[in-house]
């Protein structure tokens, strides 16, 4: 039986949820006091293709967002909140996309604020956002997108709890954009400064604005890239096939596979469940994020196993600072590791 506190998307009546079985398997393996020190917070999302149509089970463990308060909106002190991150630039991406094609623009366009001497590629800033989680490119693209069209459209598409009110590396929040010239070809398209009118409720820390999600929706984003079809219409993301297929192919590949010169394993939180479960089909998209303010390690990732499993995963944990972070991620690798064998 779905559980109340799931979104209510045209997903969510196609899911069950479990709220009890990852805390068993944490506790099997030995995990679950340090999950609990780590104030970790898990959700996977397991799809059961062998039902027609598809159902999705919810295994969650402290990740589902509850509104206690009925305050309708995110803060610390709700069951389920986390400060997402740069996991909230794949959403960010999506909506880029999805407002080239309402202009007619092509990926490979080129944008600047009006006044400013540099022009950048929308491709490139897509590809540095999303890969090396470029935090300079994304803030250009949320100045482009504004931040009224952008929340307004999370809002419009049922993800409820995704707020971005915070530019990266804490450079303003909920700032008017300044106009912008987009060059495509030879057309020289000039957009407007977008002032803010409303204030999106959001608190990050001390009643301060910010961004904030549950782990349904960062999860439910990837679900509305990978499997739009599980989605009603107005819910999905309004992209081509082909921008889909771009999406995926840039979140699965390393820097290296993209051009940039980073490490395999940079911002691939899960590199070591990729190897062995997705070695074959190199099907794990991922996107990693740390919190600025709270030392939060996430990864949200989709994962397709050799053997055709098919997963969607977010794992949280906020070690303290003192912890090196190749060990916060050997952690999150054997736990989820030991995780996906176990989940039925």
Not at 75 to 104: M, W, Y
Not at 168 to 175: A, I, P, S
Not at 233 to 246: A, C, H, I, N
Request: net charge negative; with cysteine.
């Amino acid at each position: 039986m779905v559980n109340r506190t799931l979104p209510d998307t045209s997903l969510s009546r196609r899911l069950t949820s479990d709220l009890t079985t990852l805390g068993d398997i944490l506790q099997q393996g030995n995990y679950l006091t340090q999950m609990e020190q780590w104030q970790g917070k898990a959700l996977f999302l397991k799809v059961d293709e062998t039902q027609n149509p598809a159902e999705f089970r919810y295994y969650a463990h402290h990740a589902i967002y509850g509104d206690r308060n009925q305050n309708g909106m995110v803060d610390p002190g709700d069951e389920g909140f986390f400060p997402p991150a740069s996991t909230v630039k794949v959403a960010i991406a999506a909506l880029v996309l999805e407002k080239l094609n309402r202009l007619d623009i092509q990926r490979d366009a080129e944008y600047r604020i009006v006044g400013k001497r540099e022009w950048y590629s929308i491709a490139e800033d897509l590809r540095k956002m999303l890969v090396i989680s470029d935090n300079e490119s994304t803030n250009r693209l949320i100045l482009w997108l504004g931040f009224e069209q952008l929340n307004r459209s999370l809002q419009a598409k049922n993800l409820r709890q995704l707020t971005i009110t915070r530019l990266m590396l804490d450079r303003g929040t909920l700032v008017d954009s300044p106009p912008f010239e987009i060059r495509d070809n030879q057309t020289l398209i000039r957009q407007d400064a977008q002032p803010v009118v409303t204030q999106f409720s959001c608190w990050e820390r001390d009643k301060q604005p910010g961004n904030c999600a549950s782990a349904s929706d960062i999860l439910e984003v990837l679900v509305r890239l990978v499997q739009p079809e599980y989605f009603s219409p107005e819910e999905r993301f309004r992209l081509t096939e082909s921008d889909r297929q771009w999406l995926r192919e840039v979140m699965s590949h390393t820097p290296k596979e993209e051009g940039f010169n980073y490490a395999d394993n940079y911002c691939r939180f899960l590199s070591q469940v990729e190897r062995k479960y997705a070695h074959q089909s190199g099907r794990m998209l991922s996107k990693c994020g740390v919190a600025l303010f709270s030392n939060t390690y996430i990864d949200s990732s989709f994962l397709q196993t050799d053997s055709g499993e098919k997963y969607y995963l977010l794992f949280a944990v906020t070690p303290p600072e003192s912890a090196a972070e190749a060990d916060v991620l050997h952690w999150m690798n054997q736990v989820t590791e030991f995780i996906l064998p176990r989940l039925f």
